[in-house]
């Protein structure tokens, strides 16, 4: 029985028409799992990074119940990497401490009207993480959990395309940052899985959530079948 330990962003567990519950059978992670004859265990959050997984790791002491039992790890994040972040992520995250909550209210209402002007007129540029940190967090996340489980198979993902409005369709930042996460993949002997060619007839045909970023679940069947037969084509082969 198989054991997928899988590093998530929203992309892992939003479906068609909001955020589900981790353990919804049709979520991609669990597709792939249930194509394995095996399960699931998803690590993720809302926006999540590549830095965001890797802080999880660390400081998440769940995770590390997790590490000993995962036979494959999936290092599902990178593609939130890549988004417009007009205001640098300290600023744009730090939205939701401020006080009073009136404050707050008025603050994000205004950042999230700014935000689709701002991703066009600014090109799409800076981005969440930039590619450089990106495979940074990815390579410590790898050689961390590789230092405890020297054999563990691991599979990446290269980030979707989007249609969303609420960055007005912009997404400079994919094609950078596809190409250095495949860099350090090929590097770091780490098979991926390419989410735009699995999702991209899906995201800009409006089959997808409304949202034009997230998927519905044919994307999700789609991606956690080609997930499945990713592992076990290229699991037993890592050392």
């Given at each position: 029985?198989?054991?997928?330990?899988?590093?998530?962003?929203?992309?892992?567990?939003?479906?068609?028409?909001?955020?589900?519950?981790?353990?919804?059978?049709?979520?991609?992670?669990?597709?792939?799992?249930?194509?394995?004859?095996?399960?699931?265990?998803?690590?993720?959050?809302?926006?999540?990074?590549?830095?965001?997984?890797?802080?999880?790791?660390?400081?998440?002491?769940?995770?590390?119940?997790?590490?000993?039992?995962?036979?494959?790890?999936?290092?599902?994040?990178?593609?939130?990497?890549?988004?417009?972040?007009?205001?640098?992520?300290?600023?744009?995250?730090?939205?939701?401490?401020?006080?009073?909550?009136?404050?707050?209210?008025?603050?994000?209402?205004?950042?999230?009207?700014?935000?689709?002007?701002?991703?066009?007129?600014?090109?799409?540029?800076?981005?969440?993480l930039p590619p450089a940190l990106?495979?940074?967090?990815?390579?410590?996340?790898?050689?961390?959990?590789?230092?405890?489980?020297?054999?563990?198979?691991?599979?990446?993902?290269?980030?979707?395309?989007?249609?969303?409005?609420?960055?007005?369709?912009?997404?400079?930042?994919?094609?950078?940052?596809?190409?250095?996460?495949?860099?350090?993949?090929?590097?770091?002997?780490?098979?991926?899985?390419?989410?735009?060619?699995?999702?991209?007839?899906?995201?800009?045909?409006?089959?997808?959530?409304?949202?034009?970023?997230?998927?519905?679940?044919?994307?999700?069947?789609?991606?956690?079948?080609?997930?499945?037969?990713?592992?076990?084509?290229?699991?037993?082969?890592?050392?």
């Amino acid at each position: 029985m198989t054991t997928l330990l899988v590093f998530g962003d929203s992309l892992s567990f939003h479906g068609p028409d909001g955020p589900m519950p981790a353990d919804d059978e049709r979520l991609w992670p669990n597709v792939a799992a249930a194509e394995l004859g095996g399960t699931a265990e998803l690590v993720a959050g809302f926006g999540w990074t590549a830095r965001d997984a890797y802080w999880s790791l660390v400081g998440d002491p769940r995770v590390w119940t997790l590490l000993p039992k995962a036979d494959v790890l999936v290092l599902g994040v990178g593609s939130m990497d890549t988004l417009p972040s007009p205001l640098p992520t300290y600023l744009r995250q730090g939205l939701r401490y401020m006080r009073p909550d009136g404050l707050r209210r008025w603050a994000r209402t205004r950042y999230l009207a700014a935000q689709p002007w701002l991703s066009q007129v600014m090109g799409g540029r800076p981005v969440a993480l930039p590619p450089a940190l990106t495979v940074r967090y990815l390579d410590l996340i790898l050689t961390s959990i590789r230092a405890l489980r020297p054999t563990l198979p691991a599979v990446g993902v290269l980030p979707p395309e989007h249609r969303a409005q609420s960055y007005r369709g912009v997404h400079t930042g994919r094609v950078p940052g596809a190409l250095a996460i495949s860099r350090w993949a090929s590097s770091a002997g780490v098979p991926v899985l390419d989410l735009a060619a699995l999702t991209r007839d899906h995201v800009l045909g409006g089959h997808g959530n409304a949202d034009g970023m997230h998927w519905g679940w044919d994307a999700h069947k789609t991606v956690g079948r080609a997930l499945a037969e990713l592992v076990a084509a290229s699991g037993p082969k890592q050392t």
